[in-house]
């Protein structure tokens, strides 16, 4: 799912603002690195005081902080180019009645694009309400692993992830670690954690 382009609502600027702002930039830094990465959300009563004594709505800092909960969404993305060839994997693993598999990984010049599929008996499923849970995928420190969309019916269900730089051809010995989430801000793991070994 491609991005659309950030445009500027304005080209209005006080220049005075400038040493302000980047104390804001300097605080929103300090607040990242304090939280290693994992900010959660203020509670509604600390949102709720900030805003009496600053002088602010409520809603607003609360649309702030959700904001900076989306951190990861504003990363730059490589959209994959210049398709190569599709390498076979064929791999899977059963958790709790569930078959989790990816079958193969389609390689392009900038990167790979691997597809996890969750599969179920599906019989008792409600047909209009499906539990959904997040994805993560992890190969290691040297790959960016991007979630990009996904979806699914009545006892199935495919995330596709974009990896940046592209795996190798032969990717044998690599471990493709796979992290279920409560939440799509992936805060919260739910405990289901499983490797697959390619």
Known sequence: MKRMPFERSTNHYEEHLLPIDEQICALLKKRKDLSNNNPGFPSDDAI??????YDLYEDYLSSFFQ????????????????????LPVLKSVEIDERLYSITFIRQYENASVINLNVDWDGTNDSPHLHEHCDFGLFIGDDYDCRQDGGGGSTGYF???????PPLPDDFSGLDLVVREYSDHFREEPTGIEFVIHL
């Open 48 to 53: 709720s005081n900030w805003a009496i004594k």
């Open 67 to 86: 904001t900076l909960r989306m951190e990861d969404f504003f990363k730059p993305r490589v959209e994959p180019t210049g398709f190569r060839k599709h």
């Open 158 to 164: 495919k995330y596709n992830y974009i990896v940046s």
